[in-house]
T-cell receptor
Framework: GQQVQQSPASLVLQEGENAELQCNFS?????LQWFYQSPGGSLVSLLSNPSGTKHTGRLTSTTVTKERRSSLHISSSQTTDSGTYLC????????FGKGTSLTVIP | DPKIIQKPKYLVAVTGSEKILICEQYLGHNAMYWYRQSAKKPLEFMFS???????DNQTASSRFQPQSSKKNHLDLQITALKPDDSATYFC??????????????FGEGSKLTVL
């Protein structure tokens, strides 16, 4: 099945720094969505970006479908950004990566 | 207000028993899903339904049976519970089957503990 690799596994930032999260997938994907999972477990949709570049607020995602990779850039990080960022992708079957655990310290 | 309601939020069951997890969505979506997240594994896709019809099943065990009584309803019946079934079960929905355009939205999850 599809392999979804996310890196780094964990990241610690000072508030105000930027973060770059990566998602690499092994097979063709027609859909890709980034999620935030709060420390309490809630899943929040951040961006749906199967190809190209999309922005929302402080988030920018770039997906290069042919190279089977996507990135999520978080600018000017805040302590409330702390949590786990998950990449979800696939074609006929869909898979999540293990996530990047982000900690933003004041 | 939450648009995808899952009940119960927490439940404890004994090995061998049966439980039903409830999911209702008020987003007007046509597709619904179940996912599972256990301590040892990433979030896993289990089932997808579109217009109340099963589209995909990636669950190896027949002990997991989705039930859709209405278009905005997708329950999950789990029989003969095992400790390995302990996980948080998430319900999700999308306008149409996720694979083209559109986004997935998740409920808050039902955390199941099997003793």
């Amino acid at each position: 099945g599809q392999q979804v690799q996310q890196s780094p596994a964990s990241l610690v930032l000072q508030e105000g720094e930027n973060a770059e999260l990566q998602c690499n997938f092994s097979s063709t994907a027609t859909q890709l969505q980034w999620f935030y999972q709060s420390p309490g477990g809630s899943l929040v949709s951040l961006l749906s970006n199967p190809s190209g570049t999309k922005h929302t607020g402080r988030l920018t995602s770039t997906t290069v479908t042919k190279e089977r990779r996507s990135s999520l850039h978080i600018s000017s990080s805040q302590t409330t950004d702390s949590g786990t960022y998950l990449c979800h992708t696939g074609y006929q079957n869909f898979y999540f990566g293990k996530g990047t655990s982000l900690t933003v310290i004041p | 207000d939450p648009k995808i309601i899952q009940k119960p939020k927490y439940l404890v069951a004994v090995t061998g028993s049966e439980k039903i997890l409830i999911c209702e969505q008020y987003l007007g979506h046509n597709a619904m899903y179940w996912y599972r997240q256990s301590a040892k594994k990433p979030l896993e896709f289990m089932f997808s339904y579109s217009y109340q019809k099963l589209m995909d099943n990636q669950t190896a065990s027949s002990r997991f049976q989705p039930q859709s009584s209405k278009k905005n309803h997708l329950d999950l019946q789990i029989t003969a519970l095992k400790p390995d079934d302990s996980a948080t079960y998430f319900c999700a929905s999308s306008q149409d089957v996720w694979g083209g355009t559109g986004q997935l939205y998740f409920g808050e999850g039902s955390k199941l503990t099997v003793l």
